[in-house]
Structure formats: structure tokens, C-alpha cells
């Protein structure tokens, strides 16, 4: 499996890479740690002239590769990946180009997995969806951006799951996913199982009652989800709440509640995805929001 994690703005990198790390390790996932510095579209330029820029600035320490070199320091710290004498990170791939143009330099990770530093350029989110396009990822770590209007953007132009970061909160945390029996959110309830497992951590279901979706069919679709947990040894338990969809689910939610949502045409997170509701959902949740296609 392979993961994506893009540094950004308003979360430390040190925040990031435990959040990451911790889920990659787990997934015996191979993970990439994205950095973008703003530029020229890539179309615009030739690989060779780009990838001499973006040497030049690896080397002269720009704002995007500060955050790298503190992504690698942080791996060390927290033994993610494998020391040499010194303390240095050994390498598995030394600093090189790829095709595209963009720079990467691969770090050997502690269960034999690797850790790659990877250093695009232009705008984050659409080198972010260029990315995703380019490479097969099963999931994205979106740290906080500075524009809200870059999350939107992410969560509309790539297909991966997304989980936007905003600090590694101390204790237990604990997932809340929304559900309706929609084939999205079975894939939402399935992939926090995952992770709950990986982080230890408790998972409730929660079904919101609103016109077209009754409380025999919350209940209904609720029994079937936790029989799976059963099944997956997942200590969880279920809720049904009485809409309205997004005040109820928020209400519930806190700094160490990650917000878990599967989108579709037909479920009610996917007609909150079609307006500007879903902008609103994930700034005002107060925690980490996961969001399943």
C-alpha cells in the first residue's frame, strides 16, 4: 500500500509524520511526504530546467524543503526509520529526478518499507491531484493547508481517501463514521476500522435520521454495521440521531474525534460534497475529518 502526505501550512511536521507514521507502520505502507514550492506550472517547463531549479533550491533550503528536512528529523526521532552511525537516516534511493521533474530521495523505513521526501512545484492542491493521478496512493494525509478553498479542491479532484490533520492530540482518539448503508459508507466504516485498529482506538457509528432515511432504516443499516465489527473485533457501538445531518453530527464530534464520512450520490454526505457544506463540516469540526469516495 502506498500513502501520501502532504505537509502543509497550519499542522506541525511533527504532527504530521507521528499521525503518518504511526498508520503507515501499522500498514506495513510504503509513504510519501509531499512538499510544493510555488513555481511555474510544470507543463510550462522543461524536466531538465525545472529539475536544476528545484536542485538549486533543495540545496539552498527553501520554505518546502525546511519542512522536508524536519519530516526526515522527525522519522529519526521517532525510530520510523532505520539509523546508521551518527544517527543519520541510511538511504535507500540517494536524492535523483524523476521523469516528471520532480526531486525525491528515498529513506529505508524501520520494517523494511520506505519513506520518500518527495519535492514538487507549483500549486499545492493541484500538484497534489497531478500526484494522486500519476501514482496509485490507497489514502491521503492532507496537514492542514492555509486555504480552505486547497481542501475543497483535494477532496473534489482525487479519488484516494482523504484525511485532513490538524495536531496529534495526547490519549486515545476515537472515530465517529457517519453511515447510511450507502456502498460509500460501508468503504468509510471498512477503512476506520483499519486504522482504529492500528491506533487502538474506540469506534462509533452514527446514523442521522432526515426525510427519506427513517428510524427503522437507520436501525436496520446500524445492526448490519455492527455485526461487521463484531466480526472484526472492533470495540465500537452505534447511534442514531434526529437530523438536521451536519449540526447533529458535529455536536458529537471533538479535538480527539476523527470525523469519518463516506460520499455518494445518494447518501447525505455527498449532497453536503455538491454545495458548500462540506467547506463548513470539516472547519468547524474540531478534529481530523476522513472522507471515503
Request: hydrophobic fraction near 45%.
Amino acid at each position: 500500500m502506498e500513502l501520501l502526505a502532504v505537509v502543509g501550512e497550519e499542522v506541525s511536521t511533527r504532527d504530521l509524520v507521528r499521525f503518518v507514521g504511526i498508520v503507515g507502520l501499522g500498514f506495513e505502507a510504503n509513504v510519501t511526504f509531499l512538499a510544493v514550492t510555488p513555481g511555474s506550472r510544470l507543463e510550462f517547463r522543461s524536466h531538465t530546467d525545472l529539475a536544476a531549479d528545484l536542485l538549486h533550491e533543495w540545496e539552498m533550503e527553501t520554505a518546502a524543503m525546511k519542512k522536508l528536512a524536519l519530516v526526515e528529523e522527525h522519522l529519526v526521532s521517532f525510530r520510523m526509520v532505520m539509523a546508521g552511525e551518527g544517527g543519520a537516516p541510511i538511504t535507500r534511493a540517494p536524492l535523483h529526478r524523476r521523469k516528471d521533474g520532480a526531486l525525491v530521495r528515498e529513506l529505508l523505513g524501520l520494517d523494511g518499507q520506505t519513506f520518500r521526501l518527495l519535492l514538487r512545484e507549483g500549486k499545492l492542491e493541484e500538484e497534489v491531484v497531478i500526484e494522486t493521478r500519476e501514482r496509485a496512493y490507497g489514502m491521503i494525509f492532507l496537514g492542514m493547508p492555509r486555504s480552505w478553498r486547497q481542501i475543497y479542491r483535494v477532496l473534489q479532484f482525487t479519488e484516494p481517501p482523504v484525511l485532513v490533520i490538524r495536531k496529534w492530540e495526547e490519549g486515545e482518539y476515537k472515530f465517529l463514521v457517519c453511515f447510511d448503508g450507502s456502498p460509500p459508507s460501508w468503504r468509510a466504516l471498512r477503512l476506520a476500522a483499519r486504522i482504529a485498529k492500528v491506533l487502538v482506538a474506540p469506534l462509533e457509528v452514527c446514523a442521522v435520521t432526515e426525510m427519506g432515511f427513517s428510524m427503522e432504516d437507520a436501525r436496520k443499516v446500524l445492526d448490519k454495521a455492527s455485526r461487521y465489527l463484531e466480526k472484526a473485533t472492533i470495540p465500537s457501538r452505534v447511534c442514531v440521531e434526529d437530523g438536521p445531518f451536519e449540526k447533529r453530527i458535529l455536536a458529537k464530534a471533538d479535538a480527539s474525534t476523527i470525523l469519518t464520512l463516506g460520499t455518494s450520490r445518494k447518501s447525505q454526505v455527498r449532497q453536503l460534497l455538491l454545495g458548500a457544506a462540506p467547506l463548513r463540516l470539516a472547519s468547524r469540526a474540531p478534529g481530523p475529518v476522513l472522507v471515503v469516495k
